[in-house]
């Protein structure tokens, strides 16, 4: 994966400080909520000409790699050893 800092930014003079995409003012959860609702990342990037297939295919992966970990402590704290 490249680094994060190449992908996504936090900028309080962009969207308030939203994450965004490197280079644009596209927020991640615009990302996220296109996938939710069944969309395809294709169709996102045709409507967000200025995010990369790069940035979008690293920033699932983040998530995803987030998901897990946070999976792992809910089931750690529900189950104690």
């Known amino acids: 994966m490249i680094p ?9 003079d962009i969207l308030g400080g939203t994450t965004v995409f490197v280079g644009t003012r596209v927020s991640i959860k615009i990302l996220l909520d296109y996938l939710e609702a069944g969309d395809s990342l294709n169709e996102f990037l045709d409507h967000f000409p200025s995010v990369t297939r790069e940035q979008a295919m690293s920033t699932t992966g983040y ?3 987030a998901l897990e970990l946070a999976k792992e402590m809910l089931t750690a ?4 050893a």
């Open 4 to 12: 994060t800092s190449r992908i996504v930014h936090s900028d309080p």
């Open 63 to 65: 998530a995803y790699a």
């Open 77 to 80: 704290y529900a189950n104690p």
